[in-house]
T-cell receptor, first 114, second 111 residues
Framework: DGGITQSPKYLFRKEGQNVTLSCEQNLNHDAMYWYRQDPGQGLRLIYYSQIVNDFQKGDIAEGYSVSREKKESFPLTVTSAQKNPTAFYLC?????????????FGPGTRLTVL | GQQLNQSPQSMFIQEGEDVSMNCTSSSIFNTWLWYKQDPGEGPVLLIALYKAGELTSNGRLTAQFGITRKDSFLNISASIPSDVGIYFCAGPRGTGNQFYFGTGTSLTVIP
C-alpha cells in the first residue's frame, strides 16, 4: 500500500529536550512538508522540501530543523528553542507538477511537552 | 498574507440533512482542494478542483470551483454519523507546491 507514515503517534518530551519526529512516504513524491496544528486553527507550514538535499523554511520555522537525505524521508526535529512545542504535527507529500499536486497527509504525531 | 475564510466555523445537524459549506480567498486560485480530518488523524483528500465552474462529486460529496475563482463550495447530501469531522479547504500559494489551508468547518451529526 502506498502512503505516508509518521511515528510515533504520541510523544512526550521533557522541557529542554530535543525530539525528532519521523515521516516516511512510498508514493515516490518529490515534495514533502511539515505542518503544525493547534486546537481550533488551520495548518501552519513549518518546513518544506521540493527535492532531496534541499529544504525551505515555512511560516513558523523557528525552533525546528529538518533534513532530506532520502526522497522517502523528511524527519522533523523540535528543538529546545521552540517556545511552545506542544501540538499536533502533520507530515505531507506531493508531486511537484503544476497540476495534480495535491498534498497527502500522514496520520500525525501528537507531541506533548511536560 | 493570504487568508482562506471558511464558513460556517461549526455546524450541528440532524442525520439525513444536507450540508453546505464554503471557502473564500482574497486572491484568484487555479486549484481548490477539500479535505476531511477525523479527530486525532491526518486530513484526507476528498475532492480536487482545477477549473473555474467545475463541479465534482465523490459519493455523497459535491464540490464546486466558483466562477470568480475566489471561492469554492462543498455540499454533503443525506449526512450520516461518520461525516463527523473537520472539513478544510486549501488553495495554492505562489508558484510552488505549497498550499494555504482554511481554519476548517467542524461538522457534528446528531443521530
Amino acid at each position: 500500500d502506498g502512503g505516508i507514515t509518521q511515528s510515533p503517534k504520541y510523544l512526550f518530551r521533557k522541557e529542554g529536550q530535543n525530539v525528532t519526529l519521523s515521516c516516511e512516504q512510498n508514493l515516490n513524491h518529490d515534495a514533502m512538508y511539515w505542518y503544525r496544528q493547534d486546537p481550533g486553527q488551520g495548518l501552519r507550514l513549518i518546513y518544506y522540501s521540493q527535492i532531496v538535499n534541499d529544504f525551505q523554511k515555512g511560516d513558523i520555522a523557528e525552533g525546528y530543523s529538518v533534513s532530506r537525505e532520502k526522497k522517502e524521508s523528511f524527519p522533523l526535529t523540535v528543538t529546545s528553542a521552540q517556545k511552545n512545542p506542544t501540538a499536533f504535527y502533520l507530515c505531507a507529500s506531493s508531486r511537484t507538477s503544476l497540476l495534480n499536486n495535491e498534498q497527502f497527509f500522514g496520520p500525525g504525531t501528537r507531541l506533548t511537552v511536560l | 498574507g493570504q487568508q482562506l475564510n471558511q464558513s460556517p466555523q461549526s455546524m450541528f445537524i440532524q442525520e439525513g440533512e444536507d450540508v453546505s459549506m464554503n471557502c473564500t480567498s482574497s486572491s484568484i486560485f487555479n486549484t481548490w482542494l477539500w479535505y476531511k480530518q477525523d479527530p486525532g488523524e491526518g486530513p484526507v483528500l476528498l475532492i480536487a478542483l482545477y477549473k473555474a465552474g467545475e463541479l465534482t462529486s465523490n459519493g455523497r460529496l459535491t464540490a464546486q470551483f466558483g466562477i470568480t475563482r475566489k471561492d469554492s463550495f462543498l455540499n454533503i447530501s443525506a449526512s450520516i454519523p461518520s461525516d463527523v469531522g473537520i472539513y478544510f479547504c486549501a488553495g495554492p500559494r505562489g508558484t510552488g507546491n505549497q498550499f494555504y489551508f482554511g481554519t476548517g468547518t467542524s461538522l457534528t451529526v446528531i443521530p
